[in-house]
């Protein structure tokens, strides 16, 4: 096994009152909350591509990354060493889950048959990484807008060669995360959208996205993957639009396309900021279609206008994430996947540990105070009785479509004027700041 991580002690969890910044102060793992161990509710997932291979370069300055492992070369020696020092440091931080891109686990070739070779000696060794250290994949997808032939989209390039290109690379990384009994697949519409309508046939892009996305399920269901198709909403970012901008437009095209069945849901708290909408939600928004599947957990930054990928580290929204996440019941193949970068300052590789930890944490709180709101029932109890008159046979009828307009008018004359109610947002807002 590798060792670039052999200062670093396994992560404990030692409660709130320890100062050793490298353990966990609300993350207890087996801790059981509402019936299940934390680590069930959370299912937390690091992301390969942050975690391995983001130097933290950004467009003004050069990569800070300190990763004594990777000698920056395109080798697949590199990319061997990269995956063991991955699951070492799975291991030592305790995370189950992990999440990766074709192209981020394995050197792209000359050719499309050599990247899918090089694909296949990486997805061997993870697949040996995953059983000897109990591991899974959370979801696979591929890298559909880093190589310049996909400055014009892939599903949605105006190019049928870069269409086939990208289908070729789907077919490869479906079939690597099938085999590595990925519990998901993950399409992010990258530069799935366009810059200028001037030269934009969009009607025709979206039907070859949902063409797409079809011969996808038709070739999971010919290799026998059963794992969920999700989803990631983005609005913006590198394109001026991506068609995927929400979770409410992701599920009409899924909708009109006869997707649904097959898609849920990957919602990323950052990207549910760049749509202007909040994290709560875009989730409230997926749930209402029962198509929540998982999460990307970030954050961004106030008032930045793009995709900053900062951990997440606020408990108010991570207890809203909570609150929505446990309103459905939990999980079933979706987690907390941490779609995050240290900041660029924090180069250090201890940083990497930091970083997970801040984000665990603030999830194990969010959770706990997202129980016990539950437990306290007063803000559920406050919205039940808000809607009570709907419990009343009339609403009952409305609710099932067997009232009419007429029906209501006359009993709007009965009625006589209705009486108004306060909606308490401050007194609600204030019972969540007691319970956090
Ligand atoms: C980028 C996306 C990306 C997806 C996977 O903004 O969040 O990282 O999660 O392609
Ligand atoms: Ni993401
Ligand atoms: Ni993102």
Known sequence: MSSAFANIEPIRYEGPDSSNPLSF????????????????????????WHTMRNGLGDPFGSSTACMPWDDGSDSIENALRRVEVF?????????????FHDRDVAPEGETIEQSSENLSIIVDRLEKLQSDGGKSLLWGTACLFMHPRYMHGA????????????????????????????????????????????????????????????????????????????????PKEPTTHQYDSDAAACLNFLRQHGLLERFKLNIETNHAELSGHTMQHELKTAIAADALGSV??????????WDVDRFPTDIYMTTNVMLEVMSMGGFTTGGLNFDAKRRRQSFEPVDLFHAHIAGMDAFARGLLVAAAIREDGRIEEFVRER??????????????????????????????????ESGRQEMLESIINSMI
């Not at 609300?26 to 997932?45: I, K, N, Q, T």
Request: glycine fraction near 10%; charge should be negative.
């Open 25 to 48: 102060k609300y993350y207890d793992p087996d801790r059981v909350v509402e019936g299940r161990p934390m680590r069930d509710h959370l299912r937390f997932a690091s992301a390969f």
């Open 87 to 99: 699951f070492e440091f799975l291991d030592r931080i305790g995370i189950d889950f992990y999440c």
């Open 155 to 234: 599903a949605t390039s105006p190019s049928i060669e870069v269409f086939a290109h990208a289908a070729a690379q789907v077919k490869h990384a479906l079939e690597a995360t099938h085999r590595l009994g990925g519990l998901g697949y993950v399409f992010w519409g990258g530069r799935e959208g366009y810059d200028t309508l001037l030269n934009t046939d969009m009607s025709r892009e979206l039907d070859h996205l949902a063409a797409f996305l079809h011969m996808a399920v038709e070739h999971a269901e010919s290799i026998g993957f059963k794992g969920q198709f999700y989803i990631e909403p983005k």
């Open 296 to 305: 990307d957990a970030n954050m961004g930054s106030p008032g930045i206008g």
């Open 387 to 420: 809607y009570s008159g709907w419990d009343s046979d009339l609403g009952r009828r409305i609710e099932s479509g067997d009232a009419s307009l007429d029906e209501l008018a006359a009993h709007a004359v009965r009625s006589g004027e209705p009486s108004m």
